[in-house]
T-cell receptor
Framework: GAVVSQHPSWVICKSGTSVKIECRSLDFQATTMFWYRQFPKQSLMLMATSNEGSKATYEQGVEKDKFLINHASLTLSTLTVTSAHPEDSSFYIC????????????FGPGTRLTVT | DAKTTQPPSMDCAEGRAANLPCNHSTISGNEYVYWYRQIHSQGPQYIIHGLKNNETNEMASLIITEDRKSSTLILPHATLRDTAVYYCIVRPNSGGSNYKLTFGKGTLLTVNP
């Protein structure tokens, strides 16, 4: 299957600072990528759909000004958690699929964010 | 997307077949059944998907009932590394935001030595 990478794999930041998480498709081009959040012992919750060259689409209840998404190229989407608070501590996962077969979704390994 | 129902947990002995059921009684005609799994602290991994015919790949087999209201994922020879949460998801194979996956709670499969 196709490969999706995320960087960093884990990050600790202080409350009030911003953190950027990168999601890269290594061997395919993706016009659409998805960002999920997962709290301990819970399932993945879709946060937003990242569209190359256009604005992201956010799920209900997700603050677009707090979770900034940029999809500047067909292989890179970034999620920036602005003014992070301890309640933003979570496991963030991205996914994407080849644009010619977008129904195939491949997931990154996830980024563990801890806000102190 | 159609809702799915899975048992919260199952146990399986190493080397035996693991049969994970999924109920999707409200599935639409254009919706596929997808299975993903998530090993602890990792991103989900695609396993298999199907529309109405049974499917098999190197990881698993997918058996879909004739009325498509339920399916079973079969891991023929479970190993300890198959311990994970298994998610059954239904969605259309059409474009745009329909590609997004809506995850339920899944089934925690524990493979025991």
């Amino acid at each position: 299957g196709a490969v999706v990478s995320q960087h960093p794999s884990w990050v600790i930041c202080k409350s009030g600072t911003s953190v950027k998480i990168e999601c890269r498709s290594l061997d395919f081009q993706a016009t659409t990528m998805f960002w999920y959040r997962q709290f301990p012992k819970q399932s993945l919750m879709l946060m937003a759909t990242s569209n190359e060259g256009s604005k992201a689409t956010y799920e209900q209840g997700v603050e677009k000004d707090k979770f900034l998404i940029n999809h500047a190229s067909l292989t890179l989407s970034t999620l920036t958690v602005t003014s992070a608070h301890p309640e933003d501590s979570s496991f963030y996962i991205c996914s994407g699929g080849p644009r010619e077969r977008s129904y195939e979704q491949y997931f990154g390994p996830g980024t563990r964010l801890t806000v102190t | 997307d159609a809702k799915t129902t899975q048992p919260p947990s199952m146990d399986c002995a190493e080397g035996r077949a693991a049969n994970l059921p999924c109920n999707h009684s409200t599935i639409s005609g254009n919706e596929y059944v997808y299975w993903y799994r998530q090993i602890h602290s990792q991103g989900p991994q695609y396993i298999i998907h199907g529309l109405k015919n049974n499917e098999t790949n190197e990881m698993a087999s997918l058996i879909i009932t004739e009325d498509r209201k339920s399916s079973t994922l079969i891991l023929p020879h479970a190993t300890l590394r198959d311990t994970a949460v298994y998610y059954c998801i239904v969605r259309p194979n059409s474009g745009g935001s329909n590609y997004k996956l809506t995850f339920g709670k899944g089934t925690l499969l524990t493979v025991n030595p």
